[in-house]
């Protein structure tokens, strides 16, 4: 994958040891790793301090970086506030640990059944969820800026949009912090109807300057959510990179590979040869380059 292979990350490896996801990565030459945050992963905020060296060492001696904690905190969770709150302090506090300088947190409201080409409808008004998501997002921000964790909103959920995740930023009292960016998955925003150059021109604030990050995977329809090797389905894979290089950004993009939840896509190291061989990522870094 040449020089764009440092920014590539992995989800979704379900049973697969260090040494797996290691070797795969290695395989083509990437550095980077978003680490799932989850009771069935092999990182989790119940691990021991010694239990967290030894992840972080394990790392490092294979020359890998940690990007982000991917966690599962919901910012809309129909809990009290104090308890999401306190989830994704813990989290922040692992990614510490791990030398990670972002967590991933969801929107997470509560949505009516609709098809996945759909805007969702919430269960609750929007404004109020948003105000209360907000609140929640700016209280955990002051523990995240005396860290120096950034904590990364994903388009995802209940907020599929970057019209929707910049109203819920909006909802912040005082103001987005310094400590709070977003990511942009490219599949949910397109798979509802916003094009990439909507989106990037909603949410370029928040990914430009080291404050968030981009993650790409693909699907054959919007309809059908089922994993396929980039560059073989319908997101605007290349599109959406052109318009990030355009604009600006030079920050990380990561391979989003859910074998958690689809077991019997290809495997991990298929997929990372499949960015390798379409070349995605130069359609970011290297402008000449010809197609």
């Known amino acids: 994958m040449g020089r764009t292979s440092a920014q590539v990350g992995v989800f979704g490896v379900p049973g697969e040891s260090w040494d797996a996801i290691i070797a795969a990565l290695h395989a083509v030459g990437a550095t980077w790793l978003e680490v799932r945050a989850a009771p069935d992963a092999l990182v989790h905020t119940g691990l021991t301090a010694a239990e967290r060296s030894a992840v972080r060492a394990r790392l490092a001696a294979s020359g890998i970086t940690t990007l982000a904690i991917a966690s599962g905190v919901r910012l809309g969770a129909p809990v009290p506030t104090d308890v999401v709150v306190a989830d994704l302090s813990a989290h922040l506090h692992l990614a510490v640990d791990l030398g990670a300088p972002f967590v991933r947190v969801f929107p997470g409201a509560a949505t009516q059944p609709g098809p996945t080409d759909h805007v969702p409808d919430l269960v609750r008004d929007r404004a109020g969820v948003n105000a209360e998501m907000g609140e929640r997002l700016g209280m955990a921000s002051l523990l995240a800026a005396d860290l120096g964790v950034g904590i990364l909103v994903e388009t995802h959920d209940s907020h599929l949009r970057g019209s929707d995740i910049v109203r819920l930023l909006d909802a912040i009292p005082g103001g987005v912090p310094a400590s709070v960016g977003v990511i942009w998955d490219l599949l949910h925003p397109w798979r ?3 094009s990439p150059a909507d989106t990037w021109r909603m949410l370029g604030p928040w990914l430009r300057e080291g404050r968030g990050y981009v993650q790409i995977k693909d699907v054959t329809h919007p309809r059908d959510l089922t994993p396929v ?15 990030l290089r355009r604009g600006g950004y030079s920050g990380p993009v990561s391979l989003e590979w859910e074998r958690t939840w689809y077991p019997d896509v290809p495997t991990l190291g298929e997929a990372l040869r499949a960015v390798a061989e379409a070349d995605l990522l130069n359609e970011l870094l290297d402008p000449e380059t010809p197609r």
Not at 229 to 243: K, N, Y
């Open 229 to 243: 090797l980039p560059g073989t389905g319908q997101v605007p894979l290349r599109e959406a990179l052109r318009i």
């Open 192 to 194: 509802v109807g916003e």
